[in-house]
């Protein structure tokens, strides 16, 4: 009597203690496991020596079963089993003649997957089959199913494929991520962590951990009243805030990379790489507004969601080791659950962190002593070689003379005298918004008939040979002719350094700003072997794009000295190389002081999405003229822009820069010529 009250008494505090399933919920955290991770660590257990049958029967000469070949499949729904197999069962027969049966074909096996406690992934056989070499039904069965049964069950049914270490690193990266002033609610949730009803589906198997959580917790949090823009002081902790998501995102690429040959795959992440750090910069530059939600999370949740198909769509290559497989599947299954649980469960608090994203990037690299996070300026030497950057040139000490021009082309249009009196100096063109020591832009001119594409490239007339216009067919000339190639560019005027020109220097400026620009750009298509067309449309493109970006300036004066000219955005000197988006790829202090790696980093980034999205652009539409805009509208946005300017719903900004580089491209192409005073091409 005493025992049965003290059980009921028990009984009564399990009651009031437990939660009531009416005030709670659960949230199921997916675990996939691709169908190639299982089939390799099943032959690997099955068949250690693949280019030979496994034995798992031998007695004498004729009494065996051999198995080779062991294959998982999941076909409609359900996981299967297969193998091939020669079975043999025989004796002496009075020591005279063998009396032998034998069986040579195939053994199909209808499985159903549990987790057991100890969270080993195991096979139950529900039914099975044998075949003939042919694949019909062999006439003589019976003792090969008995050695089936006696050899091969056993052996399938024992076999674990281990979920303990997924399942930890899970556990380890939430806990990481979780409020550090309360952390019982997640502690009290991963308490209740169990194994839902495993599924499949075509690329796997679906295991659903489930967590049990107070049902106020999955109410999504009230969001924050409505912020003013945030001051250069609020934007400027915001970018420390996002270093760790940007030192995480390089890391991770580094290392999907060298796993990953396929250059399809080096060119996606590159674009997420890029893409990433453009949606920074939009909210560093107030075109994107800082919500209530938490930014960074939100960065993280989109770059997420790109880079996850790709690390997908290359796991099941056969070029890359079970071992590489299996950490790729915990990454993505310990960043999935971090998300799920974020999305599900809003009121336990989790957050992505420095110490979750550094949790996270270590299940790819498990053994290094790097800190996934560091964050330098430096120049990256392994990341520009993994995406296949030219080597840096080292700066030299001796300065080189750019190549002469023939004399007949300076002489023909000699220079207009300038006015005596020295016009006041404007500010480049510049679209993020304005600070104190950067003038408004000057106005866009309106639309007109000749903004719109031409169907062919502008004719040849004598009318439009102007020097600059014979600077670039003469260049174009060099690319394709037999000579030597151009001289490595170099600051080769050092007059260049800390130069702003006042108005009797603007024609000299100019003209060797005319002469870098040109250069660099005869290198990028003698390197990237274009096709002539786009080889002039390419050299056209660049003048415009220096005009635009900084009005052909690599410095600017504020309070009696000389700076470099810099955006509100991060874009510095004559091509506006932005040190957001090109951390790692470039010298940013040599960006800063040296006109001519300058313009040679702007030639190298812009000539890439020439080819990667101009050229492809040009050719969908019909018109190659086009390769310019949408490698503009690239350089000016990132990858996801190159195709705005085709847009309706593209914004005013947008549109309003993208008809405006369009429009000095059309000049330069029409042999028009660069008015440093107005920034504009006459």
Known sequence: MQRLIQSFLLLCILITTAPSPANAATVELPLFLRTQILQNALVESLTPQPDRPTVLFQEGSYNYLHISEPQLSIRDGQPYFSCNATAGMGFDSLGLLPSVVKWSGSILMRLNFYVDPQWQLRYRIIDSAIYNEKGGKPVVTGFAWELCKRFLHPRLEQYAFDLAMPQKEIMILLRACASPTDTAPLEAALNTLTVGTLRTNADGLIVPLLLTVADTQTQTVAPLPAQAPLGFEELEKLQHVFEPLDAFMVFVIKSLSGNMGNSLHQEQLFDLLITSRYQLLMILTGQTPVEAEDPLRLLFIDAWQQLRPIIESSSGENGLMQKQLLRFMTFINAGDALLALDAAAPGLGIHVTSNGLRRLARMLQPGTGEDPLRFDWQIDPALRDLFQFQPEEPEQKTQEALPELPPELLQQNPPAELPAEPPQQKTPVEFPPETPQQKPPAEF?????????????????????????????????????????????????????????????????????????????????????????????????????????????????????????????????IMQINQHVWRGFYDIERLQRDVTYNIQAGNQIMMRYFQQYGIQIAKEKNNPHLAARAAYATYNAGPRASRRFLKAEASVRQKRVDEHLWDLYQKVSAGGSADLQNCSIL
């Open 445 to 573: 001119p309106p639309e007109t008939p000749q903004q719109k594409p031409p169907a062919e490239f502008p004719p040849e007339t004598p009318q439009s040979s102007t020097t600059g216009r014979r600077l670039l067919d003469f260049l174009v000339g060099v690319a394709y002719a037999t000579e030597p190639p151009a001289p490595a560019l170099t600051n080769s005027n050092k007059r260049l350094d800390n130069w702003i020109p006042s108005s009797d220097e603007l024609d000299e400026y100019k003209q060797i700003i005319e002469k870098l620009l040109a250069t660099s750009a005869l290198r990028q298509v003698k390197k990237a072997n274009l096709d002539p067309r786009y080889a002039t449309i390419y050299q056209h493109l660049i003048p415009a794009t220096a005009m635009i970006e900084s009005c052909w300036q690599q410095f600017t004066r504020k309070d009696d000295k000389i700076i470099t000219l810099r955006s509100p955005a991060g874009g510095i000197g």
